[in-house]
């Protein structure tokens, strides 16, 4: 059986009952930094009896095939990644569909997720929401992925690295609009946990006035764009249509969004993006 083991964003105590048990009884822990799977194991008080393997992003691939046939010869494996639920914007998923394929049981040990936790804590609807991972490391590139968002009306969550996260927020405030409702969501359980909330354009200001910069291990949130009625006639899907693509959307990305924001037909949209 493979097991997929949630493991603490922050908090030690936050670990599942049933952690340490699977950790010590495994005969292999596949964990994305042995380092720290060590010091994870010292805090709940339990050995690691089982082979310890890495299994990160450089190496996932290969070791997928050899996990695999671990599994289907009788192991159980337990993977862990550094925090959080793996395959979630970690290692994971690879291994996860591989061992479906050949017919090997797959469970879980629930734990924190940073998703949810902020999600929970942001003060935003969460009804709905989608979480879109890590943002683009360029310019050009947040900018696509957040016009084909603009939108949206469900609630997003979006993992952000704390030196890039000043730039992305400002990227979000032009696309989305400076009055768009946000949460900066840092160091989630930990010491020096902090949300902070309010429109876009306010938390652009926030990050820009750190002194030493916005620090920890962040998670973005941000609310869902306001319904509101749109023109379906010719000349207005045509202008929506070409403002999709002002943000980099292709012609096509354009019309399906356009599509999704009006609710009409795709080759009534493409006859007015084309005429």
Request: glycine share 10%.
């Amino acid at each position: 059986m493979l097991i997929l083991a949630g493991t603490p964003i922050g908090q030690v105590a936050d670990a599942s009952s049933r952690l340490g048990p699977a950790l010590a009884g495994a005969d292999v822990v596949a964990a994305e930094d042995t380092r720290r799977l060590g010091r994870l194991a010292s805090d709940l008080g339990i050995e690691v009896k089982g082979r310890v393997v890495s299994f990160f992003e450089g190496n996932e691939e290969a070791r997928t095939t050899e996990l695999v046939g671990l599994l289907r010869s009788g192991f159980t494996v337990v993977l862990v990644t550094d925090a959080g639920m793996p395959s979630v914007s970690d290692p994971g998923y690879r291994l996860v569909a591989a061992a479906v394929d050949a017919g090997v049981d797959v469970s879980v040990i629930p734990g924190p997720s940073a998703v949810l936790t902020a999600l929970a804590v942001s003060g935003l609807p969460v009804d709905r929401f989608a979480f879109e991972g890590f943002c683009p490391r360029k310019a050009g590139e947040r900018a696509k992925v957040f016009g084909a968002l603009a939108e949206d009306p469900r609630t997003l969550v979006f993992f952000e690295s704390p030196h890039r996260t000043g730039d992305t927020l400002a990227s979000m405030a032009e696309v989305f609009g400076p009055d768009r409702r946000a949460a900066v969501c840092r160091e989630l359980t930990k010491t020096y946990e902090e949300v902070v909330r309010g429109p876009l354009s306010e938390l652009v200001t926030w990050a820009r006035t750190q002194e030493h910069g916005v620090r920890g291990e962040v998670t973005l949130v941000v609310a869902g764009a306001d319904a509101r009625p749109v023109q379906h006639d010719a000349a207005s899907l045509a202008a929506l249509v070409r403002e999709a693509e002002a943000t980099g959307l292709s012609r096509k990305d354009a019309i399906a969004q356009v599509v999704a924001r009006t609710g009409a037909r795709r080759n009534e949209v493409y006859e007015a993006a084309h005429s």
